[in-house]
T-cell receptor
Framework: DTAVSQTPKYLVTQMGNDKSIKCEQNLGHDTMYWYKQDSKKFLKIMFS???????INETVPNRFSPKSPDKAHLNLHINSLELGDSAVYFCASGTGGTDTQYFGPGTRLTVL | SQQGEEDPQALSIQEGENATMNCSYK?????LQWYRQNSGRGLVHLILIRSNEREKHSGRLRVTLDTSKKSSSLLITASRAADTASYFCATATNDYKLSFGAGTTVTVRA
């Protein structure tokens, strides 16, 4: 049984388009995260939600908007995609605070 | 800028050898965690060491933490081909963020 799942696994799109990535966790965790991993494998936190409330919002362009319909789901919507948005996006969940996080398989976004 | 920085960036060893990688960080931490990422996959948690601990073991993994030097090391003993992956340290600070480095890529040759 998949603990943290993301769809789609691959996303290829044109500059200027709007796209969404979905994330679901079945671990019963209260906290979910979005990370961006660039081509040099550097992983950076973008957002964190705890029980559907935004608790971490790093310096991310307004074109990125997370949405949490319930505590098991955290989706990422990206407007007006740019070349620099090409990366692998990881969703993660955890019990919050400073504890272990559980990562999804990633979504590789390629903007042409 | 990232909190944790791993060293070396890449490591190639023979099966059966030990692999050691280091992580340095800049500010006070609550704990330090090591994760593994296989090619094209998500990160998998390996071990967590709290700021008041100095050493921790899990199977073939041994992690040390020196808060005075702001550094940690991960030792994988008797490496196997399946250990080929990227290894990341992540520092947990009191603002509830995990800060990752760019990882050490380990290749285990048969």
């Amino acid at each position: 049984d998949t603990a943290v799942s993301q769809t789609p696994k691959y996303l290829v799109t044109q500059m200027g388009n709007d796209k969404s990535i979905k994330c679901e966790q079945n671990l019963g965790h209260d906290t979910m995260y979005w990370y961006k991993q660039d081509s040099k494998k550097f992983l950076k936190i973008m957002f964190s939600y705890n029980n559907k409330e935004l608790i971490i919002n790093e310096t991310v362009p307004n074109r990125f908007s997370p949405k949490s319909p319930d505590k098991a789901h955290l989706n990422l919507h990206i407007n007006s995609l740019e070349l620099g948005d090409s990366a692998v996006y990881f969703c993660a969940s955890g019990t919050g605070g400073t504890d272990t996080q559980y990562f999804g398989p990633g979504t590789r976004l390629t903007v042409l | 800028s990232q909190q944790g920085e791993e060293d070396p960036q890449a490591l190639s060893i023979q099966e059966g050898e030990n692999a050691t990688m280091n992580c340095s960080y800049k500010t006070s931490i609550n704990n330090l965690q090591w994760y593994r990422q296989n090619s094209g996959r998500g990160l998998v948690h390996l071990i967590l060491i709290r700021s008041n601990e100095r050493e921790k073991h899990s199977g073939r993994l041994r992690v040390t933490l020196d808060t005075s030097k702001k550094s940690s090391s991960l030792l994988i003993t008797a490496s196997r081909a399946a250990d080929t992956a990227s290894y990341f340290c992540a520092t947990a600070t009191n603002d509830y963020k995990l800060s990752f480095g760019a990882g050490t890529t380990v290749t285990v040759r048969a």
